[in-house]
Nanobody
Framework: VQLQASGGGLVQPGGSLRLSCAASGRTFSNNGMAWFRQAPGKEREFVAGISWSGTTYSADSLKGRFTISRDNPKNTVWLQMNSLEPEDTAVYYC?????????????????WGQGTQVTISS
């Protein structure tokens, strides 16, 4: 499956963004999906994941500010980001798992999008 992430941009602190990840090549309805992010000089980190059936969870450090969702018929996953902070600045990647469930471990994922830049700055 090929993944295309979009929706990044420059936002002021406190603002919101909604990232999209469109899958092509085959349906991803049986795959767990996730968003990761990577800031300059830092390792890639898990942001949020969603199972094939819609069970979600996100990184504790985000304190509920981000929400992942999916629409299987549309082959799309979204990441709604609210109350954005400068520390959220990073390249955000969507990923498809080899299983039906998501995981915080990036090695679980076999397909990755190209990344979309999110910059939080006043």
């Amino acid at each position: 499956v090929q993944l295309q992430a979009s929706g990044g941009g420059l936002v002021q602190p406190g603002g919101s963004l909604r990232l999209s990840c469109a899958a092509s090549g085959r349906t991803f309805s049986n795959n767990g999906m996730a968003w990761f992010r990577q800031a300059p000089g830092k390792e890639r980190e898990f942001v949020a994941g969603i199972s094939w059936s819609g069970t979600t969870y996100s990184a504790d450090s985000l304190k509920g500010r981000f929400t992942i969702s999916r629409d299987n018929p549309k082959n799309t996953v979204w990441l709604q980001m609210n109350s954005l902070e400068p520390e959220d600045t990073a390249v955000y990647y969507c990923a498809a798992s080899r299983t039906s469930y998501s995981s915080r471990n990036p090695t679980t994922y076999t397909s990755w999008g190209q990344g979309t830049q999110v910059t939080i700055s006043s």
